[in-house]
């Protein structure tokens, strides 16, 4: 028996436009829906149902609103009733800066989660310094949490900024606390940390019984001395308050005392600058060899999908390179290329994936370390042609400039660098005549360098990480043979221990520590590795994720 079953690919489109234009002529309308501002309109409860799981439940279940003709909807304004009633007849709706709040507050209401994304959105592509304090606590309000997400990291990322603006003043004591203790804010020095929380307190003469609390948010310990002497020391509403002078006795004590006590407080917040933990669960790995050849290539690596995806390409070849986080973006130091030693610098911004020239380096350097500390970033040793180097210079983004700090007591070059605390360590390396078991530490506060408890045995091209007030040194070659030996620094105690060693032995190791776990990525032992190790320090146990695209050594790796 013939049959033929036939869809049309215009009924859809016709039915809409006909419920329009019964919508727009009150034809067959059953239902008047009535606003708190005066504003009525008659529509179909079909089709309501149809487009909004709220007037599903009111029309088909047992409500009282069942069987009236005109019903009255509170919390809603008529101009956001009317975008969204006409976006269930005609899939379309008009959002801008006057009525978003509205429409928003509405679809959730409404239980319309197409446009409270689309709204979402919206806000998102509208973010700027004067509003984002308040569109993170209007996204809070209506658990969009990736909204909320968005707005709060560009309030960190444009942290002095934000707090130049009337939404700042106005925040709760809740929420500036909340902003002021944020770990990853973008700034010069603790010191604009402490003006934020000035012009909060001063904004309001009955703020000023809130300055304790406010001021345990600012690191009083890590501002410079003479910041503390010309500014903070000067301030009534401080040394009036009995809690907020203790603090101050505390922030001078801090910053008089030798690095050797400092090195005991590594765990208290208050005593070390804010050390960026990145703005999202990203793991990047940059650069190296592969095979033996230098590449320019980098990946990401997505913790919750366990995958590696690529980024945009270095604009230079290079291996042998420092790779740290700053303010959301990835900086790609020194290397070599083509016969020469390298002192350029590249930053990689993970939201526009794009790769951007930085300010070289004072120094060519090819084997160092680099990491960033108090909103600086810090480039330590390596090589330059025949020399090992024991120089040291730092970064200022908001100078853009180089400078040179005190130099390492040792040179060194396959070196490990990781901070913890507010203190740089160098970590083992070779001096050109032998492998290192040392490791130094410094204070930027008093730029000095001094020794801490030497490893057990010596080691160069290992990788370093901090987590939970400890330096886990990693992997690594002894001259003999390649590493899976993993030993931890205490900083309270000033000694070493072991943890459970890698699964496999690994040299030129890139390391980074995400969401309580170190990675343990790449590396050389005899062959060129694509596998990932993970550490648990709750059970002290490394497991493998999934590999690289491809074999990666002397390359670097961060989190963003």
Not at 137 to 143: N, V, W
Not at 363 to 382: M, N, Q
Request: proline share 4%; aromatic share 10%.
């Amino acid at each position: 028996m013939s049959s033929l079953r036939y869809l049309s690919s215009n009924n859809a489109s016709l039915v809409l436009k006909g419920l329009e234009s019964l919508l727009d002529l009150e034809e067959l309308c059953d239902v008047t829906l009535q606003t708190e501002d005066g504003i009525s309109i008659s529509a179909h409860r079909n089709v309501l149902s149809v487009g909004s799981p709220y007037f599903k439940a009111m029309f088909t279940g047992q409500l009282k609103e069942r069987r009236k003709e005109a019903i009255t909807l509170k919390g809603v304004t008529g101009e956001a009733l009317r975008c969204i009633v006409r976006f269930v007849y005609t899939s379309s709706i008009h959002v801008t800066e006057t009525n978003v709040d509205d429409i928003l507050s509405a679809s959730d209401l409404f239980q319309m989660k197409e446009i409270t994304n689309v709204c979402c959105q919206f806000l998102k592509e509208q973010l700027r310094p004067s509003n984002c304090l308040g569109i993170a606590a209007i996204a809070g309000g209506f658990s969009c949490e990736e909204l909320w997400s968005e707005a709060r990291k560009y309030a960190v990322k444009h942290f002095t900024q934000v707090t130049k603006c009337d939404e700042f003043k106005d925040l709760s004591l809740k929420a500036v606390k909340q902003l002021l203790s944020d770990e990853n804010v973008c700034i010069r020095s603790e010191e604009d940390v402490y003006d934020a929380a000035m012009e909060w307190i001063s904004s309001s003469e009955e703020r000023s019984k809130y300055c304790a609390e406010v001021f345990c948010c600012v690191r009083l310990p890590v501002l410079s001395p003479s910041f503390l002497n010309s500014h903070v020391l000067s301030n009534e509403w401080l040394i009036n308050d009995p809690e907020c002078k203790q603090m101050l006795e505390e922030a001078l004590s801090y910053a008089s005392s030798p690095t050797s006590e400092k090195r005991k407080q590594s765990l208290a917040t208050r005593m070390r600058p804010r050390i960026h933990t990145g703005f999202s669960d990203i793991l990047v790995a940059i650069g190296g060899l592969h095979l033996g050849c230098p590449v320019a290539s980098g990946e990401r690596y997505n913790l919750y999908t366990d995958e590696w995806l690529p980024i945009e390409d270095m604009p230079t070849l290079r291996y042998g390179i420092a790779v740290t986080q700053l303010h959301g973006k990835i900086f790609c130091l020194g290397g070599f290329e083509s016969g020469r030693f390298l002192s350029t610098v590249e930053t990689y911004n993970p939201e526009e994936n794009l790769w951007t020239i930085q300010p070289p380096m004072l120094v060519s350097r090819k084997y160092f370390g680099a990491t960033s500390l108090g909103g600086k970033l810090y480039a330590l040793g390596g090589s330059n042609s025949h020399r090992r180097l024991k120089s040291v210079e730092c970064f200022d983004p908001y100078e853009q400039q180089w400078m040179f700090v005190a130099p390492m007591l040792s040179p060194r070059m396959y070196l490990a660098v990781g901070r913890l605390g507010g203190l740089l360590y160098a970590v083992g390396g070779h001096d050109g005549l032998s492998r290192l078991s040392s490791v130094e530490c410094y204070d930027p506060q008093t730029d000095e360098w001094s020794y801490v408890a030497s490893l057990g045995k010596a080691r160069s091209v290992a990788g370093v990480a901090s987590l939970g007030g400890l330096l886990y040194v990693i992997g690594g070659f002894d001259g003999n043979k390649y590493l899976s030996d993993v030993d931890v620094y205490d900083p309270e105690t000033n000694s070493w221990t072991s943890a459970c060693p890698l699964n496999e032995q690994r040299s030129a190791v890139s390391v980074a520590a995400m969401k309580g776990r170190i990675f343990a990525i790449g590396g050389f032992n005899g062959q060129f590795l694509s596998s990932v190790e993970v550490y648990d320090p709750e059970i002290n146990q490394w497991s493998y994720v999934h590999n690289m695209s491809i074999p990666r050594v002397h390359f670097g790796a961060a989190v963003v």
